[in-house]
């Protein structure tokens, strides 16, 4: 199956500074990336929708000025958490999609996911 | 608006005690329903992917089933291994961008 890294695996912080994580596909390429946070016990929470060479789309209630998301190349995604604060202490998780936005069948796969504790 | 719902939300289970997890959706035009195992502290890990009713695939001791309303994740002789969080997630609408909808998940626990 693809493969999907993410890095850091885990990353302390002070309040008020900001942290960058990179998704990256290793054997695959992919137009279309996507990020998550995860809250104990809890689901996946779609954040937003990374897209290579064009401008993310954010899901509602999402402050994309907070969560600034990159996609420069067919293999990496960066998610930069700007003016960290402890509430958004989380699991941060990418994933990338095989196959292009036209094909009917694909598949997506995840990260092993980025826990972030701000101080 | 397009939702999934998995049941029951934890399930114990003895070893090699067969049994089966639900996930129901509304979805506007599905075009592929995924099944993920999580276990603590990683990222999901892809099981499964069912594009159309009466789809069915297998993979070791996990078989996955779809209709019109639900997939069915069927586990068969469950080892402790077999023990994590079993998400659900569905893909619909031919304008979401390839957005996936997740369900709460199902938390399966085998023990020996």
């Known amino acids: 199956g693809a493969v999907v890294s993410q890095h850091p695996s885990w990353v302390i912080c002070k309040s008020g500074t900001s942290v960058k994580i990179e998704c990256r596909s290793l054997?695959?390429?992919?137009?279309?990336m996507f990020w998550y946070r995860q809250f104990p016990k809890q689901s996946l929470m779609l954040m937003a929708t990374?897209?290579?060479?064009?401008?993310?789309?954010?899901e509602q209630g999402v402050e994309k000025d907070k969560f600034l998301i990159n996609h420069a190349s067919l293999t990496l995604s960066t998610l930069t958490v700007t003016s960290a604060h402890p509430e958004d202490s989380s699991f941060y998780i990418c994933?990338?999609?095989?196959?292009?936005?036209?094909?009917?069948?694909?598949?997506?796969?995840f990260g092993p996911g980025t826990r972030l504790t701000v101080t | 608006e397009d939702q999934v719902t998995q049941s029951p939300e934890a399930l114990r289970l003895q070893e090699g005690e067969s049994s089966s997890l639900n996930c129901s959706y509304t979805?506007?035009?599905?075009?592929?329903l995924f099944w993920y195992r999580q276990d603590p502290g990683k990222g999901p890990e892809f099981l499964f992917t069912l594009y159309s009713a009466g789809e069915e695939k297998e993979k070791e001791r996990l078989k996955a089933t779809l209709t019109k309303k639900e997939s069915f994740l069927h586990i068969t002789a469950p080892k402790p291994e077999d023990s994590a969080t079993y998400l659900c997630a569905v893909q619909g609408g031919y304008n979401q961008g390839g957005k996936l909808i997740f369900g709460q998940g199902t938390e399966l626990s085998v023990k020996p």
């Open positions: 054997d695959f390429q992919a137009t279309t």
């Open positions: 979805v506007s035009g599905l075009r592929g």
């Open positions: 990374s897209n290579e060479g064009s401008k993310a789309t954010y």
């Open positions: 994933s990338a999609r095989v196959g292009g936005p036209g094909q009917a069948n694909y598949e997506q796969y």
